[in-house]
């Protein structure tokens, strides 16, 4: 680490948001750990092993390099299930009807800061997730709009959200995580994890800039024990590693076995 920075710093220069964003008010991270229902830990458990045993034959056959499309099937699923079991295409998943994470998103967090006035930014990695949360919304008579992939005329919906006439902004991480300004906004939820921190915080960003007068809350909904309390431990890992480089970017996810190991354990 000492010679890898030795031979970068003379490359680097680098000024944080806190040095050039003096006067951003205060950014405060609030971490939701949801417990899966029994029905749900089950399903979790019976997609983990199968997916495990998958993984495992295409390493021994094809080894960890030409693996990589079943690897990501697998997170991807676990994932899936933590999000809502409806995400999983299967006979076992369409007969699983309880989603806690997802429960406690529509039924408690999300009513509680509507009726205290917040203005929210919610970002998925899932635009399925976001079309659940739609239906929802549109149920409970909540305004809300909804950027994705698929979005043509972005400046509209910022415009509208900015003028204070919604106060729900559903997003996709990936078509949303940058270049848009709402700073009329002073929550941001993030219904799941996504492997690397500085998308998530990019994310944030979009509420906490410059031009923001307000606190800004960041929710963070975890489901506990599975893939998702594993990801924040490399996303952990992941932001020690770019604060010891002094950079903002980071490199994308590498997995080796042993950390694959850790992804795919059983919950507890």
């Given amino acids: 680490q000492q010679a890898l920075n030795r031979r970068v710093s003379p490359l680097i220069l680098r000024r944080t948001k806190d040095q050039v964003a003096t006067d951003l008010p205060e950014k405060t991270e609030i971490l939701h750990r949801v417990t899966l229902s029994p029905k749900e830990l089950d399903l979790y458990e019976s997609v983990r092993a199968l997916m495990d045993k998958r993984v495992r034959e295409a390493i021994r056959s094809r080894g960890l390099s030409q693996s990589q499309i079943i690897v990501l099937d697998a997170l991807l ?50 635009t399925s997730v976001l079309s659940l949360i739609e239906e929802e919304l549109k149920s409970r008579g909540i305004g809300y709009l909804k950027l994705t992939g698929r979005t043509r005329h972005r400046a509209p919906l910022v415009k509208t959200f900015q003028e204070g006439e919604t106060s729900v902004f559903l997003i996709s991480l990936k078509a949303g995580g940058t270049g848009l300004n709402l700073t009329a906004a ?6 799941d994890p996504w492997w ?14 410059i031009g923001q007068t ?55």
């Fill in 196 to 209: 690397n921190p500085s998308a998530e915080n990019q994310a944030t960003d979009r509420a906490h800039r």
């Fill in 214 to 268: 307000k606190p800004v809350f960041v929710h963070k909904l975890i489901c506990e024990g599975g893939i998702e309390e594993r990801i924040l431990e490399l996303q952990a890992h992941k932001a020690r590693l770019v604060e010891a480089l002094l950079s903002e970017k980071a490199n994308k996810l590498r997995l080796d076995e042993s950390t694959l190991s850790a992804l795919l354990a059983p919950i507890g």
């Fill in 186 to 191: 002073d929550t941001v939820i993030h219904y």
């Fill in 77 to 126: 699923k676990l994932r899936q299930v933590c999000c809502h079991p409806s995400l999983v295409k299967t006979p076992a998943a369409a007969k699983v009807k309880s989603a806690a994470k997802f429960s406690f998103l529509i039924d408690e967090l999300l009513p509680a800061l509507v009726e205290d006035g917040r203005r929210i930014l919610l970002f998925s990695s899932f």
